[in-house]
């Protein structure tokens, strides 16, 4: 299982990005998918989740400006990330709770991206 993250970049304070996180390999069921950010020198915190029954979870600092959610379809997640702060820079990281078969469960993590707001 592999989970791939896209969409980081440069952004002035008050702009947008979209992150992607496409999961591919041997899925019998994703139970949640969620985005993390660190930056050096702080633990890694979480920004988001969206679990199989459709509920969402977000930190405190990112609701009302980011949105998470899914295509099933295609075993992919977003990120929209509205009114970007310069404290919103960071790594972001993608994270899956999933079953590779119907007893066998774990954790996978994509590699990070890099998303700096800055003008």
């Known amino acids: 299982v592999q989970l791939q993250a896209s969409g980081g970049g440069l952004v002035q304070p008050g702009g947008s990005l979209r992150l992607s996180c496409a999961v591919s390999g041997s899925i019998f069921w994703i139970n949640a998918m969620g985005w993390y950010r660190q930056v050096p020198g702080k633990q890694r915190e979480l920004v988001a989740v969206s679990t199989v029954a459709g509920s969402t979870n977000y930190a405190d600092s990112v609701k009302g400006r980011f949105t998470i959610s899914r295509d099933n379809a295609k075993n992919t997640m977003y990120l929209q990330m509205n009114s970007l702060k310069p404290e919103d820079t960071a790594v972001y990281y993608c994270?899956?709770?999933?079953?590779?078969?119907?007893?066998?469960?774990?954790?996978?993590w994509g590699r990070g991206t890099l998303v700096t707001v800055s003008s």
């Open positions: 994270n899956a709770d999933l079953n590779e078969t119907w007893n066998r469960r774990r954790e996978y």
